[in-house]
């Protein structure tokens, strides 16, 4: 089978990598001139586990290749993504889908045979029609069907999400376009990997609910984590407890800075808007939405506080990406938290393994070559991102570089009792502060 992916950033260059992995001939496209450029001479643009591999492999078998152009890409195409950006509008909070229609204009210009045009972007009910309706305006003659396949890969383990995902959402109608894209993901139909055939309207709503309910889950941790603080609880063990019930489950239950990333902040805030607009308020992702947007300020007065104020402080900060093992910063918790202590006064020294490059175009801070380095003469640390090999430093060699043995664990990766003993002063998040 003959697909294209439009837009070759986190999303589209995975699937589309992925798929060619599946058996297709897949053409990626970019209208970014210089990451077409790059993927030819078999350069990632981005830091994704894996993914260096999955391109190579297939890039080599002759399924995989990059164009800037949809012109000669279309032709024999069965099924034709679009994986482009869909942030967030500026000043209303809508999901921005001028990227999606103008792509739509572009597939209805080249479309030659019978093709699928789906939506992998994340795009807001009513989105799919829209797209159906630009094409079928540009080319009342064509032959075509539209259906929304949201992507729930996760960055930092997108690979093996995209081989082996929970469950595949597609929207559409007929049996034309479901015989199509049953075809995409044969392999995984095979695997019997649910794939749920619903309406374009349900497929795009299954994408903002899901992470609408996992932003909800992280939040109320967090708030759980509030009250572990001023009662003497532990949220680890309140997190345990509650995840040991099936009903519950133990993931997304990990209390920290408050959630970011491309999609977490940008889908709850397009979700609430569309409710609004639908006159059907969702006053969960409301409030959601509020508290998680408060508690990266919050968190940002504990490191204060925890460094008995920081002007003219040096703090070391350990990660800046909004996760680990991905080099993605949007909406990282580090693009508040960082700035507010600059406000205050702070020296940051700041350290992270794959996001240096993004810190250095968003933030006016000095990166370091290595943890230890950021630590150098600091007044104190703080772990922000739960980098693995953040996981086990030196604590006698991180006393010796601190001026003060201060640490500031917003993952929790640490364990109070175990930093009491080596001396630190440590706070964690909703856990009793020791030392
Ligand atoms: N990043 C994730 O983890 C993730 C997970 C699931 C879903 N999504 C959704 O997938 C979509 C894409 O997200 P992303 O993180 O891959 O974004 P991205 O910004 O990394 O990639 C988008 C790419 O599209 C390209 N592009 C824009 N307009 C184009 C055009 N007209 N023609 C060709 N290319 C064009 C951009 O140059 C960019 O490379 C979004 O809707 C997002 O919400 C993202």
Not at 104 to 127: D, F, N, Q, W
Not at 154 to 182: K, L, Q
Not at 260 to 270: R, V, W
């Amino acid at each position: 089978m003959r697909i294209v992916m439009i837009g070759s950033g986190y999303v589209g260059l995975v699937s589309g990598a992925c798929l060619s992995e599946f058996g297709h001939d897949v053409v990626c496209i970019d209208n970014d001139a210089s990451k077409i450029e790059g993927l030819k001479k078999g350069i990632i643009p981005i830091y994704e586990p894996g993914l260096d591999e999955v391109v190579a492999v297939n890039v080599k078998a002759g399924r995989l290749s990059f164009e800037t152009s949809l012109k000669t890409a279309m032709a024999g195409a069965e099924a034709v993504f679009i994986a482009v950006g869909t942030p967030t509008r500026r000043g209303d909070g809508h999901a921005d889908l001028s990227y999606v229609y103008a792509v739509a204009e572009e597939i209805a210009a080249h479309l030659t045979g019978y093709a699928v045009v789906v939506t992998k972007s994340t795009v807001p009910v009513g989105t799919n029609r829209k797209v159906q309706e630009i094409i079928r305006t540009a080319r009342p003659d064509a032959e075509f069907d539209v259906a929304s396949n949201p992507e729930f890969l996760r960055e930092g383990s997108a690979i093996e999400d995209f081989r082996r995902p929970d469950r595949v959402v597609v929207g559409c109608d007929g049996e034309r376009a479901r015989a199509v894209m049953r075809e995409v993901y044969r392999p995984l139909y095979l695997n019997e990997t649910p794939i749920l055939f619903t309406s374009c309207e349900s497929s795009e709503l299954v994408k903002y609910a899901s992470n609408a309910f996992l932003a909800a889950k992280i939040t109320f941790i967090n708030e759980m984590a509030n009250l572990c603080e001023k009662v003497g609880a532990d949220v680890q063990d309140v997190a345990r407890g509650m995840g040991l019930d099936g009903r519950i489950g133990s993931k997304f239950l990990h209390a920290g800075p408050g959630f970011g990333g491309s999609c977490f902040p940008k889908d709850t805030l397009a979700l609430l808007r569309t409710a609004q607009d639908f006159g059907a308020p969702t006053k969960i992702i409301e409030a959601v939405v509020a508290v998680n947007d408060a508690r990266k300020r919050e968190m940002a007065e504990k490191i204060e506080r925890a460094f008995g104020g920081v002007k003219g402080k040096t703090v070391a900060i350990l990660g800046l990406t909004f996760k680990p093992n991905t080099d993605d910063m949007r909406d990282a918790p580090s693009l508040v938290i960082v700035p507010y202590l600059l406000e205050k006064g702070a020296v940051i020294r700041a350290f992270d393994p794959e996001g240096a490059k993004e810190a250095k175009r968003r933030l006016d801070i000095e990166l370091c070559a290595d943890a230890y380095d950021a630590m150098n003469g600091a007044d104190g640390v703080v772990i922000l991102t739960e980098w693995n090999e953040f996981r086990a430093l030196d604590l006698a060699r991180v006393k010796t570089l601190l001026k003060r043995p201060v640490m500031v664990d917003l993952r929790n990766i640490y364990r109070p009792g175990t930093m009491a003993a080596a001396g630190f002063s440590y706070v964690g998040v909703g856990r009793p502060s020791l030392g």
